[in-house]
């Protein structure tokens, strides 16, 4: 087995006590923050679906789960089922139960604190203790992850631990073992889909049709591992009508997402959010406009990943992928660029990656702020409407294209091969398939 160039040897250069201590104190501040706000209420409706789902699966069992109007695939109602395992008194509390709460945060929690110890062990890995180290710490600070996952209660740590764990062990030739996480992540949350666009480049690319066509076959086998519980009793079925159901209710251009559709529900002046099923000729809704501009920019990604079938590539394409859906769809949510944030740590220290980065966590954290504030309606801290998010939604724009700039290597390599050894990436992936 042989890893490809680029990507984090084994072992790895000792950290010096200044590099330990800030590592300490940047794992304690976030543990200290999550702890905090883990009993939080949080004054928004959907905990109380989740919390609700948790325990009529916790009551009915995990067969029964898709009974409910579950809008998640398989992977959430199997943790959901979990913690009643482990707690069950804990999943049957008063409104509000503050044990209940946290209980309910943890997993997408212990997500943020692993995906923080992947990065920092890429990162380490190519002999940058102290760029690994501001890694870890930006993952565990950066408001997107605690805000979103500890005080929020949302999952969409869950999706991106298991991609990020796939961009691991596909860089390191394991590419079966790769699909399974994909699998997963793809079983998790419907977002992950998009970011199946830069890693089938690079399958294609790097392995070839025979082992890419392996690689789907093991991720639908783990997709169909997941369902087996919930086939009996119809859960399926009930999903994709629960999914139906909540894509008709959110049939908007922006649910108050920054991006280019955000700029028309602004100027539209109204201060409403404007239905996405308006037709612009004949039977073509402004949703299916949303479709097609995201299928274009997927391709683009495509293109530049199977162009750079590198580590970086990779990591450059998958954070271009969550932004070209959040730029090119209609119905995206605030939250919903959070897993570019993630991906781009991997490409430091390249200049803009980290100016790229910056720019993202700012607009996404006000973004969110402005959504989903700690306390009042949205915009009562943060304005919703108006010139900060105008800037916002053209920024998140011209982050997309920076992404694209970095694809492309325009904007020089961190650990990559030098020219004359370009020819490494494009062999087949040698060792074990695993």
């Given at each position: 087995m042989t890893a490809l160039p680029g990507t984090a040897a084994a072992g790895g250069p000792d950290l010096g006590r200044r590099d330990l201590l800030a590592l300490l104190v940047g794992l304690a501040a976030g543990v200290l923050i999550r702890s905090v706000l883990l009993p939080q209420t949080v004054p928004a409706g959907d905990v109380n679906d989740f919390l609700g789902w948790a325990r009529s699966i916790n009551a009915g069992g995990l067969s029964r789960a898709y009974d409910q109007p579950i809008s998640f695939p398989p992977v959430l109602p199997w943790i959901w089922w979990l913690l009643g395992m482990v707690a069950p008194g804990l999943l049957n509390p008063n409104a509000n139960d503050p044990l209940a709460l946290a209980l309910i945060k943890v997993p997408a929690s212990i997500a943020d604190l692993a995906i923080a110890g992947v990065v920092g062990s890429v990162l380490a890995g190519r002999g940058r203790p102290g760029w690994a180290i501001a890694a870890s710490v930006a993952v565990l600070?950066?408001?997107?992850?605690?805000?979103?996952?500890?005080?929020?209660?949302?999952?969409?740590?869950?999706?991106?631990?298991?991609?990020?764990?796939?961009?691991?062990?596909?860089?390191?030739?394991?590419?079966?073992?790769?699909?399974?996480?994909?699998?997963?992540?793809?079983?998790?949350?419907?977002?992950?889909?998009?970011?199946?666009?830069?890693?089938?480049?690079?399958?294609?690319?790097?392995?070839?049709?025979?082992?890419?066509?392996?690689?789907?076959?093991?991720?639908?086998?783990?997709?169909?591992?997941?369902?087996?519980?919930?086939?009996?009793?119809?859960?399926?079925?009930?999903?994709?009508?629960?999914?139906?159901?909540?894509?008709?209710?959110?049939?908007?251009?922006?649910?108050?997402?920054?991006?280019?559709?955000?700029?028309?529900?602004?100027?539209?002046?109204?201060?409403?959010?404007?239905?996405?099923?308006?037709?612009?000729?004949?039977?073509?809704?402004?949703?299916?406009?949303?479709?097609?501009?995201?299928?274009?920019?997927g391709l683009m990604v495509f293109i530049g990943v199977w162009r750079r079938p590198t580590p970086s590539g990779l990591a450059w394409g998958l954070a271009a992928a969550s932004l070209a859906a959040f730029i090119g769809l209609t119905a995206m949510h605030e939250r919903y660029a959070v897993s570019a944030v993630t991906f781009l740590v991997l490409c430091w220290p390249n200049r803009l990656a980290i100016g790229t980065w910056l720019l993202l966590a700012l607009i996404e954290t006000l973004n969110i702020v402005a959504a989903v504030p700690p306390d009042g309606g949205p915009g009562s801290l943060v304005p919703l409407y108006g010139p900060i998010a105008l800037i916002g939604s053209l920024a998140m724009t011209g982050a997309f294209i920076a992404t694209l700039v970095g694809l492309s290597g325009g904007a020089g390599d961190v650990g990559e091969p030098s020219s004359a050894d370009a020819g490494e990436w494009l062999r087949p992936a040698t060792g074990p398939a695993g």
């Open positions: 600070l950066v408001p997107t992850s605690w805000y979103v996952s500890a005080w929020w209660a949302q999952f969409d740590a869950l999706y991106v631990l298991p991609l990020l764990i796939a961009w691991v062990l596909l860089t390191r030739d394991r590419p079966n073992l790769a699909a399974v996480a994909i699998g997963i992540a793809l079983m998790t949350k419907p977002q992950a889909l998009p970011l199946a666009v830069p890693f089938a480049a690079f399958y294609l690319r790097r392995i070839g049709a025979v082992g890419s066509a392996r690689a789907a076959l093991v991720a639908t086998a783990t997709a169909v591992v997941l369902w087996l519980p919930f086939l009996a009793a119809n859960g399926l079925a009930n999903y994709l009508r629960h999914l139906g159901d909540y894509t008709a209710l959110f049939a908007v251009l922006s649910l108050r997402a920054w991006n280019p559709w955000w700029i028309l529900t602004d100027l539209a002046g109204s201060g409403q959010l404007i239905a996405d099923d308006i037709s612009i000729a004949g039977p073509v809704t402004l949703r299916w406009l949303g479709y097609a501009v995201a299928l274009f920019l």
